[in-house]
């Protein structure tokens, strides 16, 4: 299983992608760990790309970011959930609803 969460700063992104990987036992890959540095410097566009790779090989991850513009689809397989109160209730996202099954 492969999920991707994307959504604006503060959405409660983090919270729901831990939340899905505690739930389904699979690992959460948070992406602000892995693009900043000391003093909160990034790593840039290159190295984010690389580290988010090896990151998310194989099956088994929950990931949660607002790198999309940077990454792009960080895997045409994983459903997407936009956060928000529909996720955060579980109700009806592609995510949710994924993590449910």
Do not use: F, Q
């Amino acid at each position: 299983m492969r999920i991707a969460i994307t959504g604006p700063s503060g959405s409660g992104k983090t919270t729901l992608a831990a939340e899905l990987a505690r739930t389904l036992g699979i690992r959460h890959v948070e992406i602000d760990a892995l693009h900043h540095g000391p003093n909160w410097e990034s790593c840039g566009v290159e190295v984010l790309a690389e580290r988010v790779t090896a990151a998310t090989e194989g099956d088994g991850w929950v990931t949660d970011s607002t790198y999309h513009t940077m990454l792009g689809d960080l895997s045409s397989s994983a459903p997407t959930c936009s956060s928000g109160s529909t996720c955060r209730s579980r109700s009806s996202c592609g995510a949710c609803s994924a993590a449910r099954t």
